[in-house]
């Protein structure tokens, strides 16, 4: 049975990972048959949102990974635990947490950076050739780390497809349900809520991701 490794920035999407886009995913690499097992970093969010007022809490913290296990019913590991030969492929739901957390994209813009811990798992998965899914705004990372990789974030001739292009990534438009592969980079991205979508097209996005995916480990 395949295993796949899920990296997880938290829980809600203005401050963690965004939670339809999470279990959507998790749903779809279990209708496709596969394992599962997240990952978190260990260490605080970047910051704390009030999801009903849309504004930051002042003095208030939260562990990333503590959040996350609220997504994954407490199976969670950090992320220092994650070994790439382990693993068949690499998949990150997207959300705020994803920009804020697993990297710094939300407050720097094209000059972000890719936190170590997540760098050394993306690019551990690329250097054993070894499959990556990503969701929604979290393909700005595989934009920045991997050199002439192909990505979507929904639609054309925003600020981010411009950023993505600054660093010598490739954008792909698309549509709900739609998936950009990268078959030479092995990297497989869905635009869920970068586009005005609904629980249904973030769904189909991260089955079809996932069955992209499954069929380029198939050799299909």
């Known amino acids: 049975m395949k295993k796949f490794a899920v990296i997880l920035a938290g829980c809600?999407?203005?401050?963690?990972a965004e939670i339809n886009e999470a279990v959507s995913l998790l749903l779809?690499?279990?209708?496709?048959?596969c394992e599962y097992q997240c990952f978190a970093p260990n260490r605080p969010q970047a910051e704390v949102i009030?999801?009903?007022?849309?504004?930051?809490?002042?003095?208030?913290e939260r562990n990333i990974m503590t959040e996350a296990a609220r997504i994954a019913r407490g199976n969670i590991l950090p992320i220092e635990q994650f070994k790439a030969e382990d693993y068949d492929a690499l998949f990150f739901p997207g959300g705020f947490g994803a920009a804020k957390n697993l990297?710094?994209?939300?407050?720097?813009?094209?000059a972000m950076e890719v936190k170590p811990d997540v760098a050394r798992a993306i690019l551990e998965m690329h250097a054993a050739k070894k499959p990556i899914g990503a969701m929604c705004i979290a393909p700005v990372m595989l934009a920045r780390l991997i050199p002439g990789v192909c990505?979507?974030?929904?639609?054309?001739?925003?600020?981010?497809?411009?950023?993505?292009?600054?660093?010598?990534?490739?954008?792909?438009?698309?549509d709900h349900g739609d998936v950009c592969a990268d078959n030479e980079n092995l990297v497989f991205t869905t635009p869920a809520f970068m586009l005005d979508a609904t629980l249904k097209d973030v769904y189909d996005g991260a089955f079809n991701m996932v069955?992209?995916?499954v069929d380029c480990l198939d050799g299909k």
């Open 12 to 16: 809600g999407h203005k401050d963690g």
């Open 28 to 33: 779809a690499i279990d209708q496709h048959q």
């Open 50 to 60: 009030d999801h009903v007022a849309g504004v930051p809490e002042k003095n208030a």
């Open 103 to 110: 990297c710094d994209y939300a407050f720097k813009g094209a």
């Open 151 to 174: 990505v979507t974030l929904g639609a054309e001739g925003t600020p981010v497809t411009d950023e993505v292009r600054s660093w010598g990534a490739n954008h792909v438009q698309t």
């Open 211 to 213: 069955e992209a995916v």
